[in-house]
Nanobody, 123 residues
């Protein structure tokens, strides 16, 4: 059974960094597109970044230059390194799997989701 578990969230001051992890079980993560999404209170879920099976990456404009997505095939895990965090980055962050197709950041294209991890950026 396909399963995703996010971790690494927490409370950080503006300008700080966090690294989120998305650990997969039940499938080989590097054969699919893996995406990171976030949802703030009262807002729709939005795409943050994704990485395809070939290693192609995609980023939302709001995080370009600050966030980096990567994959560790040996650990079957995808990471999201988040630097220069801003209060507006506060949200629950989810990872998700897209079984086929290009690395687009539309949530409706993704088939399986983790439970999410809270990221709070505040002084």
């Amino acid at each position: 059974q396909l399963h995703l578990v996010e971790s690494g969230g927490g409370l950080v001051q503006p300008g700080g960094s966090l690294r989120l992890s998305c650990a997969a079980s039940g499938f080989t993560l590097n054969t699919y597109t893996i995406g990171w999404f976030r949802q703030a209170p009262g807002k729709e879920r939005e795409g943050v970044s994704c990485i395809s099976s070939s290693g192609a990456t995609n980023y939302a404009e709001s995080v370009k230059g600050r966030f980096t997505i990567s994959r560790d095939n040996a650990k079957n895990t995808v990471f999201l390194q988040m630097n220069s965090l801003k209060p507006e980055d506060t949200a629950v962050y989810y990872c998700a799997v897209r079984r086929s197709g290009l690395p687009f950041l539309d949530a409706i294209l993704y088939d399986y989701w983790g439970q999410g991890t809270q990221v709070t950026v505040s002084s």
